[in-house]
């Protein structure tokens, strides 16, 4: 099911269980999970992209293993808050994965998460090759965790 805003997200997730965080690129997916209580954001893993059925056969058993409740996909909105092909891509991918999962799945503004990744393994003094390997995941954590931080304000102005 996709969540047009956060608060239909929060609506339809359990009580607890981790969250999946996904910078979709044209070669790769970054993937970042969330901890059950849905508080810290960890990057996990980079996917090369093959095609749609083994990419989503990979992001599975992410899913499985980590006892996934929801997605937030990065969407790259420009930075008019327009949207482009990018991000027609991602909501492509959203609408292909809601037809094989029944976990809620929904959108996080991702402008700039690339530089702020970018910008921690710099500031880590990571080699450019190290850089460019972590990259997807590491900006799938930046996703997430801002998608975090918003559910855990919706909280405490529901709770």
Do not use: Y
Request: aromatic share 4%; net charge positive.
């Amino acid at each position: 099911m996709i969540c047009p805003g956060m608060d239909d997200f929060a609506a339809a997730l359990p009580r607890v269980g981790a969250l999946a965080g996904l910078d979709l690129g044209t070669k790769t997916i970054g993937v970042a999970v969330s901890d059950t209580l849905r508080g810290i954001a960890t990057p996990l893993r980079t996917i090369r992209r093959e095609k749609f059925s083994l990419d989503l056969a990979d992001l599975m058993k992410t899913v499985a293993e980590r006892q996934i409740a929801g997605f937030v996909l990065g969407l790259p909105v420009n930075m008019d808050g327009s949207e482009g092909p990018r991000a027609q891509s991602t909501r492509a991918f959203a609408r292909n994965l809601e037809k094989l999962t029944p976990l809620p799945i929904t959108f996080w503004d991702e402008r700039l998460s690339t530089v702020a990744a970018e910008r921690a393994m710099l500031e880590a003094d990571l080699s450019r090759k190290r850089r460019a390997e972590l990259v997807d995941h590491v900006a799938a954590g930046f996703i997430l965790q801002g998608a975090l931080d918003r559910l855990a304000h919706l909280g405490r102005a529901h709770g």
